[in-house]
């Protein structure tokens, strides 16, 4: 608790004490006082103009007195210290800054808080956990046509950025929240009709499937102001809502789902509440498996292949294959064939090192004016990768926004055009 304000009546105390005896000893022994407690009031009776200085205009302090005759003083006054600071609900302390004179004394200080990480996440599991109690589940959905046990089909997807605004007379593409919702349920029902027959299809969401992560439009660690389209609750809400069906699609298609929702920059805790919502969402559908682990670096055993999952945030193509080959030593021993795969610069690379072959992906998502203006291009597309449980890759599928427009039935939503203007 902070040390509350020192009353005028004991100040005046102090300095009465001091004025009538002219030593601080003997004062402070006269009011039953330590020496060090007697001496801070006396101080602050003094910035009061409790000590012969008087008058002082009340709620201003002494900060200097220049002396004029025996029997007068000119007094410089200024607006006195507030109240005693205290740290506001939810806030720690990130670091205090001090200005001091030219002998070291301190004149002010500055002192830097910031949201208690450990109370948010704390308020953020009692949410979800609250969210859990009530939430329905799923109910089995049926699986048509024969699948092939041996292979899995690895559904590359990163970078969706639902929430992000892009205008195609700066960037080059239209690009909003309809338009996100609806590019990539297109994508999924091409590339689940085109994909091959396999058992196993593993939803790799590669992380920022949104562009940003609360109430305001920022990046939650640096604070960049985000172009953002519509509402955070709003944003919430496409994002299940596009990931529901996608899975249904995709359990139409497949015997077993398994779903893994990536850690990454944008969205750290969106990606935890994703993960953690959809575990309890299918945890009565068998056929559905929930990657819920809270670490940034994920992994897949399909017999011989193992595949590696990361954003890129932390690790980049160069140097992840030791992290996941250290942090998952037994499934990368047991297995032959080893992929990695990453997301978060928006650009295709393929890289093979002494461990396992390392694939960063290029995003569905327009380019924001950020990228646009900075130069950095890249191509649009995302990656249906069939693998054998017994050979590794077999075949791979590529498919860009023009490839899958309307493939899902309905006409890509445009929010830029003159119709939807109009209306």
Same mark, same amino acid.
């Given at each position: ?42 101080? @602050? ?32 006054? @200024?607006?006195?210290?507030?109240? @005693? ?116 299809? @593993? ?221």
């Amino acid at each position: 608790m902070p040390t509350p304000r020192l009353s005028d009546e004991l100040a005046k105390e102090a300095a009465d004490a001091f004025i009538a005896l002219g030593n601080k000893s003997q004062a402070a022994e006269l009011l039953g006082l330590p020496r060090n407690t007697f001496n801070s009031r006396l101080k @602050v009776a003094a910035e009061r103009g409790m000590c012969g200085t008087s008058p002082v205009l009340p709620g201003f302090a002494i900060k200097s007195v220049a002396s004029k005759t025996e029997d007068g003083a000119w007094v410089r006054q @200024v607006k006195a210290p507030g109240e @005693v600071f205290e740290l506001p609900a939810g806030q720690v302390v990130k670091g205090v800054s001090a200005l001091v004179d030219g002998q070291g004394r301190e004149v002010a200080k500055w002192i830097k808080t910031s949201a208690d990480t450990e109370q948010q996440f704390v308020a953020m599991r009692a949410a979800v956990e609250a969210f859990k109690e009530d939430l329905p589940r799923a109910e089995p959905v049926a699986r048509t046509g024969q699948t092939t046990p041996e292979l899995l089909n690895f559904y590359a997807v990163t970078d969706a950025h639902f929430g992000m605004l892009s205008w195609r007379e700066e960037t080059g593409s239209d690009y909003d929240l309809p338009i996100a919702e609806q590019l990539l349920t297109d994508w999924f029902a091409a590339a689940i009709e085109l994909a091959p027959p396999a058992l196993t299809g @593993v939803l790799a969401q590669m992380g920022d499937l949104a562009h940003y992560d609360g109430m305001e439009s920022k990046t939650p660690t640096s604070g960049h102001i985000l172009d953002a389209d519509s509402r955070f609750p709003k944003v919430v809400r496409v994002i299940i809502r596009t990931l529901r069906r996608v899975v249904r699609m995709m359990l139409e298609k497949h015997e077993r789902v398994h779903i893994i929702m990536a850690d990454a920059n944008h969205d750290p805790a969106s990606g935890a509440w994703l993960r953690e919502m959809f575990a309890a969402f299918y945890e009565d559908e068998p056929r559905v498996t929930v990657d819920s682990s809270a670490s940034t670096y994920y992994v897949v055993e399909h017999g011989k292949t193992s595949l590696f999952i990361h954003h890129g945030h932390r690790r980049n193509i160069g140097n992840v294959d030791s992290v996941f080959a250290g942090k998952f030593r037994d499934i990368y021993g047991r297995t032959e064939f080893s992929y990695a795969h990453l997301g978060h610069l928006h650009s295709d690379e393929l890289k093979t090192t002494n461990l396992m072959k390392v694939e960063r992906h290029e995003t569905l998502a327009a380019p924001d004016a950020y990228a646009a203006n900075g130069g950095w291009l890249s191509g649009r597309s995302a990656k249906v990768i069939t693998y054998s449980s017994r050979h590794g890759e077999v075949s791979r599928l590529t498919l860009s926004p023009q490839m899958v427009e309307g493939w899902a039935g309905r006409t890509a939503a445009n929010d830029n055009t003159p119709e939807r203007d109009a209306a």
